[in-house]
């Protein structure tokens, strides 16, 4: 999306959504034999979080821990004594909304962009069903504000190139 379809998309939300909050966060990515080991540090807290499966996947188990944020360097140090090597480090400014029963992300990262994603916790049994909601209202948003989405194929290519040039896109 551009700036103008972001701009557009936060007054809509600011009017019919209720916002949760603002911040910047780091998000740090570490290698892993399965799924995503990460830690996010946010303005107010840290988190462990470990997600099932693979990026740009539509469903994925998410365990996320809290932590302290001033132990962030402390957890920073143990994954990398244990084994886990930086993957690669994600900055960006996230604004939350509460819209329709969904949590909405409007994301910029830097280096990646401008993004939009819904999200809804639900139990294994009531995945499908909530998919195919959050499917349909992230649709609807996209026809209206006139925003192309963007195909898993591209998505995965994205992030492919940013995990290659992610000091060099973080220093610009």
């Given at each position: 999306m551009?700036?103008?379809q972001y701009s557009q998309l936060k007054r809509f939300f600011n009017k019919h959504g209720k916002k949760l909050g603002s911040w910047s966060e780091t998000t740090v990515y570490?290698?892993?034999?399965?799924?995503d080991l990460r830690l996010r540090r946010t303005g107010n807290s840290s988190f462990f979080i470990y997600?099932?499966?693979?990026?740009?996947?539509?469903?994925?188990?998410?365990i996320e821990l809290p932590f302290a944020?001033?132990?962030?360097?402390?957890?920073?140090?143990?994954?990398?004594?244990?084994?886990?090597?930086?993957?690669?480090?994600?900055l960006r400014h996230r604004i939350v909304y509460s819209w329709q029963g969904?949590?909405?992300?409007?994301?910029?990262?830097?280096?990646?962009?401008?993004?939009?994603e819904l999200e809804k916790i639900c139990p294994n049994s009531a995945k499908g069903k909530v998919y195919k909601q959050?499917?349909?209202q992230l649709e609807k948003l996209l026809i209206q504000f006139k925003i192309k989405p963007t195909s898993k194929s591209e998505l995965n290519k994205r992030f492919d190139y940013y995990k290659r040039n992610w000091q060099k896109l973080l220093k610009k």
């Open positions: 551009n700036k103008t570490y290698q892993a034999k399965q799924g997600k099932q499966g693979h990026i740009h996947q539509a469903q994925r188990e998410e944020k001033k132990d962030f360097g402390k957890m920073e140090n143990i994954l990398i004594r244990m084994g886990h090597p930086v993957k690669m480090r994600w969904s949590k909405v992300f409007l994301d910029n990262t830097v280096g990646n962009g401008l993004m939009i959050i499917k349909k």
